[in-house]
C-alpha cells in the first residue's frame, strides 16, 4: 500500500513518473481515507464521481510524456469555487441543488494541468465565519482533537489536507479563512496578493477583500499550486500578473505592542520559539510597533467594509436567477420567504449589519470613515515595509476551540481574526505556516506562525517558508 | 437597537425574521456596533481621503463583444421557473 501522507507534489510527481504508483491508484489512495474518516471530520461535502475518469486521464498524459507537477495530483475545492456541472452551494441551503454552469478560472488552471479535482469540503455558509459551525450541512471537525473546530471559513479545505484526504485544496481568504483553519489543522495556508489570482467562478462575499488560495502540507506545494492559479485574467478586472518576486529577506518586523495583549500566553511563547529558529538562520527581528500605529484598528474597519460589501453581493441570492426558492404570494413576499428561510443566521445578521452601516445617515458615520482609516492602515504598512521585506505575527491568537464554545457571541468570534484581516485590508499576501504545539487536555494542538510581505512579493514568504 | 429597528433594516434587506432572530438580534448587532464605534474618532483624526490611496487605481478596458456565453441554456435551467428561453417570475403590476 502506497503513503504519500509525507510527499510534496515534486516527490509524488517522480514517482509517478517512474511508475511507482498511477494517478489511478493515488485518488483510491485518497478515496480510502475519505471514506474511512469523512463521516467523523465532515471535510467533504461530495466527492466527486468522476475524480477516477480525471485519473485515468492524468495517466494517458504521463504515459504521453506531457505530464505537468501537477498532473494526476488530487485536489479538493471550497464549496464556493465552481467547477461546471457539479454543485456548488457555498455551504447554503439556498444553493442546495445549484449545478455551476462555467468552471472558476483556478480551476480551469489546475485541470489544463492535468490536476485531479477530488471533491468539494465544507465551510461557514458563503465564508461568513470562523470555525465551519456556520455550514447549513454540518461542523466540520478538528482532525487533532474533533472536539474542536477546523477553523474557517475554509475548515473543510484545511481538514481534507490536515487528515490526509487530498495532497492539496483550495480555499478562499476574505478576513482569514484560509489562513486561521490552516493554523487550527497544523498545515500551511496561503492567502495570495488581492488581485493575484483571478475569482472568476468564486462566490462573492466581500468584493474589495477576497482571494483565493492553497492549503497545503508543506511550503513547496504551496509555491506549485499558486504559481499554477495565479496570473491575469480578462474575466476578473481587479487581476494582475505576479512575476515580480524578488524572494530576498533580511530583515523580519514584529509589532511587539500589538502582540501584548489578547494572545494566548502559550501561543506567545510558541511564536517567540518560531522568530529565534528564524534569527537563528540569520534574520534580524526588527520591532516595527512605532509604524504600525493605527494595526489595531484593523478588525473594526473590517467589521464595517465587509458587512457592507456582503449585504451588497447577498443581493443576488433571490431566488429566481438560480439555486432554491420559497414561494411567497407576490413576487416581494417571495424574495423574503426565500432570502428568511434559506440563508442561514449568520448570513442574516451581517446582511443587517451592512444594511446598517450603508443606510442614509449612517454611511458618513461608518462606511466612509472605515475607509480612510483603512488607507491610514495601508500607509503604515508602507512605511514598515520600507524597513524591514517580511512581517511576522501569531495567525491566530489562540489554538483552535471547542465546538460551540463561541457560536453564540458573534463578537467572540469574531475577535479570532484580530491577526488576519489587516492582510485583506491591505491586500498583501500572507501564509499560515505551522510551527509549535501548545498542550490542551492531553492534546497538542497546533499553532500557526503567520508572514506577511509586500504587494507581489509571495516569493519571500516561500523562501523563509522553507526553514518549517 | 430595538427589535423594531432591526425590523426595518430586514425590511430593507428582503429578508424575513423569526419572532426569536427579532428579539436576540438587537443586542448582538448593538455589541458589533459598540466595538467599531472609535473609528469615528480616529478617522476624524486624520486628513486621510475616503477613497483615493497609493495602492488603488482604476481598471478600464475596450467594451467589446469577447463571444456569446457558452452555456445559456444552462443558465435558463438553474433557474427555479423558467419557459423557453425566460426566465418566469410573478407579475410585478
Known sequence: MIDVSKLNIKEIHEKLLAGEFTAVDLVNYFLKNIAEKNNELFAFLEVYNNALDQAKIADERIKAGTATLLTGIPIALKDNILFAGKTASGASKILENYKATYSATVVEKLLAAGAVLIGRTNMDEFAMGGSTENSAYGVTKNPIDTSRVAGGSSGGSAVSVAADMCVASLGSDTGGSIRQPASFCGVFGLKPTYGSVSRYGLMAMASSLDVIGPVTKNIVDSEIIFDCIKGKDKYDSTSMEDNSGDGVVKKIGVPKDYLKSGLDEDVKIQFENSLKKLEAEGYEIVDISEDLKNLEHSLAVYYVIMPAEVSSNMARYDGIKYGSNIEGQDLIEGYFKTRGGLLGKEVKRRILLGTYVLSAGYADQYYNKAWQVRNLIKKDFEAAFKKVEVIAMPTSPTPAFKIGEKSDDPLQMYLADIFTVFANLVGVPAISIPDGLVKREQKDLPTGLQLIAPHLQEKRLFTLGKYF | ?93
Do not use: C, H, W
Request: glycine letters at 4%; aromatic letters at 4%.
Open chain 2, 1 to 93: 437597537m430595538k427589535p423594531e429597528d432591526v425590523k426595518k433594516l430586514a425590511d430593507l434587506s428582503r429578508v424575513e425574521l423569526s419572532e426569536q432572530d427579532l428579539q436576540k438580534m438587537p443586542g448582538e448587532i448593538d455589541s458589533i456596533l459598540g466595538y467599531i464605534k472609535n473609528i469615528s474618532e480616529v478617522a476624524n483624526s486624520t486628513e486621510e481621503s475616503v477613497i483615493e490611496s497609493a495602492t488603488t487605481r482604476n481598471v478600464t478596458r475596450a467594451d467589446e463583444f469577447i463571444g456569446e456565453f457558452a452555456n445559456t441554456q444552462g443558465l435558463i435551467d438553474e433557474a427555479p421557473q423558467a419557459q423557453d428561453k425566460y426566465v418566469r417570475v410573478k407579475k410585478i403590476l
